[in-house]
């Protein structure tokens, strides 16, 4: 699968890793592809190229942008109508201390809205970028919470977190970003001021 990630940090490459290694096509949009930063990206493994270039042949595109930079970034992409879209971003308030929007709206609706046509999966937002990387905890897969409105963008989407050793649950509508948001909220707080570590992961028991 053609996979665009717009956003060369911790989420973007942690994803891009791991989706090669399952023999996907990973390019990644950045701002300037000729940036000292976008330059940190293996390019033996990775096309580094513009947001619009990335997604013109991608059949999903990944969001790991900060909050503030995701709606210029998605208008940089051009035309995301039919294209499967994760949203990975949180509407974190500076200190990480908190989201930005949340009750009555929520990240994964506003970039709904900013992308219009896209079928918008909230997913890879809940969980440290370490456990993309590394989903396993001696014999339990870290759940993936992810929710959203086209089935067969949920469908795209859960089959790709479990290549990254994920066990995916479908936590209902778009309208639930606003739920997943906090489960953010709350790893941030439990991983940096909690006192555990970013080696944790949310796990949905079921029997
Ligand atoms: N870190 C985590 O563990 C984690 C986990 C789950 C979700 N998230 C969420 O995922 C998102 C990314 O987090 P991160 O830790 O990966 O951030 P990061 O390391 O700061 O990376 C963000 C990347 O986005 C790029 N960017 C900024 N504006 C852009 C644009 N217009 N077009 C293309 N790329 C652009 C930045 O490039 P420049 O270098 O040019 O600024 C940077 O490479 C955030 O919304 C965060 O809340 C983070």
């Not at 937002?125 to 963008?153: I, K, P, R, W």
């Not at 489960?183 to 080696?199: E, H, N």
Request: neutral net charge; hydrophobic residues 45%; contains cysteine.
């Amino acid at each position: 699968m053609n996979i665009a990630i717009i956003g060369a940090g911790n989420v973007g490459q942690a994803l891009a890793n791991g989706w090669a290694a399952k023999g996907h096509t990973v390019s990644f949009g950045v701002r300037n592809p000729d940036s000292a930063k976008a330059g940190a990206v293996d390019r033996s493994k990775f096309k580094v190229l513009t947001n619009a270039q990335a997604v013109a042949a991608a059949e999903v595109v990944v969001l790991a942008t900060p909050w503030t930079a995701t709606r210029d970034a998605i208008e940089a992409c051009g035309s995301l109508a039919g294209k499967t879209v994760l949203d990975a971003t949180n509407p974190l308030l500076p200190n990480l201390g908190g989201l930005e929007i949340g009750h009555s709206n929520s990240g994964g609706e506003m970039v709904a809205q900013w992308a219009p046509g896209a079928r918008v999966v909230k997913i890879f937002n809940t969980t440290g970028f370490n456990n993309m990387t590394d989903a396993v905890y001696g014999d339990e897969h870290a759940s993936m919470l992810y929710c959203g409105d086209d089935a067969q963008a949920k469908t795209a989407a859960a089959a790709l977190a479990s290549e990254l050793g994920f066990d995916p649950v479908d936590c209902g509508p778009l309208l639930h970003s606003r739920y997943l948001e906090n489960f953010a909220v709350m790893w941030i707080w439990l991983a940096m001021k909690g006192g555990l570590g970013r080696d944790v992961a949310w796990k949905l028991l079921r029997r």
